[in-house]
């Protein structure tokens, strides 16, 4: 159980342009998804923090009108790079978080990750 | 705010040798934390976490991690390693009752034959 999907799963794109990453949870409700950015080498950085049926909530230093997200759904969240440039190119991961109740509430599914290439 | 040090970037071993990966966390409040691992262009993968209860946490491959709290540490250990351990390892915090992960800033463990 708790599987985490994303897609696509790489992309290449042109400057300019934008590009939608989806983010599910496969068998379970998820009320809360993250989106993450990782450089080469390095830690995970939280980006944003998204509630079904709300607003995310951005982390400092991210532009929300760069990256949109939605989660329009308890099971799928979408991050958007709009007008993508190549300081975009990274590797972006989802996670999501379990809505049921009991001690896996606090775990965090993670999706498999896209890697996105801004030529 | 709460935050995770994962003091070795990097850890050599050889094949069927114990490892330890260290992680020490610092936080005013009591938390919960987490070891992922990261394969090569892959996602994380959960190996163990500790929520409550007893301080020695037995994850997935045959990882396990201890609690200690007057330390603040929740070191990951396994008795043998093979080489398909080869991978990132994640240390990650979060406060009780809030879902934001902290994480430290990885260990590549390197098994070599």
């Known amino acids: 159980g708790a599987v985490v999907s994303q897609h696509p799963s790489r992309v290449i794109c042109k400057s300019g342009t934008s590009v939608k990453i989806e983010c599910r949870s496969l068998?379970?409700?998820?009320?809360?998804m993250f989106w993450y950015r990782q450089f080469p080498k390095q830690s995970l950085m939280l980006m944003a923090t998204s509630n079904e049926g709300s607003k995310a909530t951005y982390e400092q230093g991210v532009e929300k009108d760069k990256f949109l997200i939605n989660h329009a759904s308890l099971t799928l969240s979408t991050l958007t790079v709009t007008s993508a440039h190549p300081e975009d190119s990274s590797f972006y991961i989802c996670s999501a978080r379990d809505g049921a109740s009991g001690g896996y509430q606090e775990t965090q599914y993670f999706g498999p990750g896209t890697r996105l290439l801004v030529l | 705010a709460q935050s995770v040090t994962q003091l070795d970037s990097q850890v050599p071993v050889f094949e069927e040798a114990p490892v330890e990966l260290r992680c020490n966390y610092s936080?005013?409040?009591?938390?919960?934390l987490f070891w992922y691992v990261q394969y090569p262009n892959q996602g994380l993968q959960l190996l163990l976490k500790y929520l409550s209860g007893s301080t020695l946490v037995k994850g997935i491959n045959g990882f396990e991690a201890e609690f200690n709290k007057s330390q603040t540490s929740f070191h990951l250990r396994k008795p043998s390693v093979h080489i398909s351990d080869t991978a990132e390892y994640f240390c990650?915090?979060?406060?009780?009752?809030?879902?934001?992960?902290?994480f430290g800033k990885g260990t590549m463990l390197l098994v070599s034959p």
């Open positions: 068998d379970f409700q998820a009320t809360t």
């Open positions: 990650a915090v979060s406060v009780a009752g809030y879902s934001t992960l902290t």
């Open positions: 936080s005013s409040v009591s938390v919960y």
